[in-house]
């Protein structure tokens, strides 16, 4: 007899955005479609230091089991740079690092959810928070993201609904559409949160990574003083290999995370949280996130000006200050996924938006990353696609 | 308002032995609390040298996302080694790696437990998966582990009943028992298991450390042909920092396991996977198991010799062949937990055996681990144990 899985599992469904990166294996295809940081600029030799170091100094410690919590001198110096750079308090008895920040959805999840219960993303949301949380059987209720945040009374009408555990936020150059939080919407965003039971989720893999404009505070401790948790990743500003995010907040909500980690997998790689520590110590990450700004940001500036250059003006899109993605609205009526068999077709690849709605909308819409191709690729990646885009148009 | 937790969350509590372990970390008492492998036996320099190998190597590529079941060469690895080992079949796409085999316990929960669906386990139990299966509400049947293996009986009668998920085994040298399931008792258990739909997870984490006596394939696929799940690590064998497990099950399962992984934590640390495989092939790991097994068993012979001289007579311990804990049972009257606060006082610890039971029971049981202790330590808190034992005993 087959084995019968739990309910939770007809609700959620492998990626297709997983799939899709399957087909961009394909050396030949420029590729658009995936989120990865660009691997030529890994601190590769000055992590090497920083882990022979750590097998000299402290090898067997290193090797061995260590505290759910995590690391304490690496929570010492996440909490001070969140000083340094956000001018917020955090103690590094508030922190607790995961492995990713992926990891943090799930013990949210977790911790947080019955089935049934309500979740608020924004329209559209990051598709790795909408595959945790379904798997706690979310109900997801979307609140339309604008150039500058959250539709606010949409925002409002949400929060008035019953049984809604929390509001998933991605504040800095969002995954997928790269757009960022005005200081008034994060104003605006933590005066609808005070005092309700409802948590505020700030997710913030990106912040660091900002080319031009003003950088704000984020909202929890920024702006919203109770209530909130914020989530942090060393992937974007060091290496995702590693798989070190981290969690911030305190309370009765640390312990029940806590708990939840420990059933989850005992605790984050010693080893990594030590090498890590130590590469942070031993060099400036401001430098090196210097270098990453540079070249993403770079790339950013040719991929928009490509786009102006060879895409149909019917094609809008996203002029994001940071971060690694860019969003396009093709003309209502058309379908990017029906266009990504053609791209496909002319070598060429992004992810289609569809994934990033609950509701089946978002038809129209895609996703291209900036941060992993070199500007050469980009320009006839975007090349090749405008022209696609404009035969796809004129037959439409 | 405060947040209302999951309903989950009140099933789960922070762990006991957590706990008791940092009472234990005054150096000052001898600790057979923990369920720590000895770190002078990690290999050190071996591991160092294939961290540099694989920055050298593969620097960009290790510190990259990568695919969620685990890094081929290394899942080719752990086939071979299964066909070499244990004589079974294996193949490297039937593989998940996995963040310590801890997550294994995570990701079955998620992918089959509802609320209330009933899970077979030993008593006592692995209290790791007690956790992780509470996570998601399960009911727990408990089954009697005699010195042979489960009491087939009571198997029998508690797969009759309905809505059994899983049966989930610890077949060598078991946490927190040490007791292993013989041959008639895995081809007893593979003979009721067969046919059914309650998935059978074996747990195998100790099993290469076999001190003496004959090692058995595991029960999944040396006995079960169909329908089991087999867990393997290499926090014992190597070291536990780099938190590294596996699964073995292939088909829909599998693909249910991949979706729950991703929406877990993405995939476990490509860094971690390549080291590992790099230190794997670099070096003859049958060469450092046997180090490790050399002096294991030393310790273990040195506990077991210490307890026949310093214990009182009405304790009774299990003699494991193989592994890192050996287990005692006081005269039934005796609480080992009020035991267990005279021994702090005469600075020497152990884990009281009763969190190892859903049921309430096991009050006159305790844990001892002899893998993190030197031969002298062991025998001077063997000692202190005694000497309190029979006041302890005399008392009652």
Same mark, same amino acid.
């Not at 608020?120 to 945790?132: K, T, V």
């Not at 080893?271 to 990453?292: G, P, S, W």
């Not at 149909?312 to 993605?325: D, L, Q, S, Y």
């Given at each position: 007899?087959?084995? #019968?899985?739990?309910?939770?599992?007809?609700?959620?469904?492998?990626?297709?955005?997983?799939?899709?990166?399957?087909?961009?294996?394909?050396?030949?295809?420029?590729?658009?479609?995936?989120?990865?940081?660009?691997?030529?600029?890994?601190?590769?030799?000055?992590?090497?230091?920083?882990?022979?170091?750590?097998?000299?100094?402290?090898?067997?410690?290193?090797?061995?089991?260590?505290?759910?919590?995590?690391?304490?001198?690496?929570?010492?110096?996440?909490?001070?740079?969140?000083?340094?750079?956000?001018?917020?308090?955090?103690?590094?008895?508030?922190?607790?690092?995961?492995?990713?920040?992926?990891?943090?959805?799930?013990?949210?999840?977790? !911790?947080?959810?019955?089935?049934?219960?309500?979740?608020?993303?924004?329209?559209?949301?990051?598709?790795?928070?909408?595959?945790?949380?379904?798997?706690?059987?979310?109900?997801?209720?979307?609140?339309?993201?604008?150039?500058?945040?959250?539709?606010?009374?949409?925002?409002?009408?949400?929060?008035?609904?019953?049984?809604?555990?929390?509001?998933?936020?991605?504040?800095?150059?969002?995954?997928?559409?790269?757009?960022?939080?005005?200081?008034?919407?994060?104003?605006? !965003?933590?005066?609808?949160?005070?005092?309700?039971?409802?948590?505020?989720?700030?997710?913030?893999?990106?912040?660091?990574?900002?080319?031009?404009?003003?950088?704000?505070?984020?909202?929890?401790?920024?702006?919203?003083?109770?209530?909130?948790?914020?989530?942090?990743?060393?992937?974007?500003?060091?290496?995702?290999?590693?798989?070190?995010?981290?969690?911030?907040?305190?309370?009765?909500?640390?312990? #029940?995370?806590?708990?939840?980690?420990?059933?989850?997998?005992?605790?984050?790689?010693?080893?990594?949280?030590?090498?890590?520590?130590?590469?942070?110590?031993?060099? !400036?990450?401001?430098?090196?996130?210097? #270098?990453?700004?540079?070249?993403?940001?770079?790339?950013?500036?040719?991929?928009?000006?490509?786009?102006?250059?060879?895409?149909?003006?019917? !094609?809008?899109?996203?002029?994001?200050?940071?971060?690694?993605?860019?969003?396009?609205?093709?003309?209502?009526?058309?379908?990017?996924?029906?266009?990504?068999?053609?791209?496909?077709?002319?070598?060429?690849?992004?992810?289609?938006?569809?994934?990033?709605?609950?509701?089946?909308?978002?038809?129209?819409?895609?996703?291209?990353?900036?941060?992993?191709?070199?500007?050469?690729?980009?320009?006839?990646?975007? #090349?090749?696609?405008?022209?696609?885009?404009?035969?796809?148009?004129?037959?439409?």
């Amino acid at each position: 007899m087959p084995v #019968k899985f739990a309910d939770r599992m007809s609700t959620v469904h492998r990626s297709f955005i997983r799939e899709i990166l399957k087909v961009t294996e394909d050396t030949s295809i420029i590729s658009f479609a995936g989120g990865l940081p660009n691997p030529e600029l890994f601190p590769v030799a000055d992590l090497e230091a920083a882990a022979v170091g750590v097998f000299q100094d402290s090898g067997p410690q290193s090797l061995q089991y260590s505290t759910t919590e995590g690391y304490l001198p690496l929570r010492e110096y996440i909490a001070a740079r969140y000083k340094e750079k956000k001018g917020i308090d955090v103690s590094p008895d508030e922190i607790l690092i995961t492995s990713g920040s992926q990891q943090c959805l799930d013990l949210l999840g977790k !911790v947080l959810l019955n089935a049934g219960d309500k979740v608020i993303i924004e329209r559209p949301g990051y598709l790795g928070a909408i595959q945790s949380f379904s798997m706690f059987q979310a109900d997801f209720i979307t609140v339309d993201l604008e150039a500058d945040g959250p539709n606010l009374a949409e925002l409002e009408a949400a929060l008035n609904q019953d049984k809604v555990k929390m509001f998933y936020a991605v504040t800095n150059f969002q995954n997928p559409s790269g757009l960022t939080y005005s200081a008034e919407k994060r104003a605006g !965003v933590a005066k609808l949160m005070k005092g309700r039971d409802t948590l505020f989720i700030e997710d913030d893999p990106y912040g660091e990574l900002r080319f031009r404009g003003e950088s704000h505070p984020p909202v929890v401790r920024g702006y919203l003083d109770e209530g909130g948790i914020l989530l942090g990743s060393f992937s974007k500003v060091a290496a995702p290999g590693f798989r070190l995010g981290w969690m911030v907040c305190g309370g009765e909500m640390r312990d #029940k995370l806590i708990i939840a980690k420990q059933a989850s997998d005992l605790h984050t790689s010693t080893f990594a949280q030590r090498v890590m520590h130590r590469y942070l110590t031993d060099n !400036v990450l401001d430098d090196h996130i210097e #270098k990453i700004k540079e070249r993403y940001g770079k790339q950013r500036d040719v991929m928009v000006e490509s786009i102006k250059k060879y895409f149909p003006a019917e !094609v809008k899109i996203t002029e994001p200050e940071g971060g690694m993605f860019l969003w396009a609205t093709l003309p209502e009526s058309l379908s990017a996924m029906d266009f990504f068999d053609e791209a496909i077709k002319n070598k060429v690849a992004f992810v289609p938006g569809r994934p990033f709605y609950v509701d089946d909308s978002g038809e129209n819409t895609l996703r291209l990353n900036f941060s992993n191709s070199d500007e050469e690729r980009i320009v006839e990646g975007i #090349k090749r696609l405008g022209a696609g885009l404009k035969d796809f148009i004129a037959r439409a």
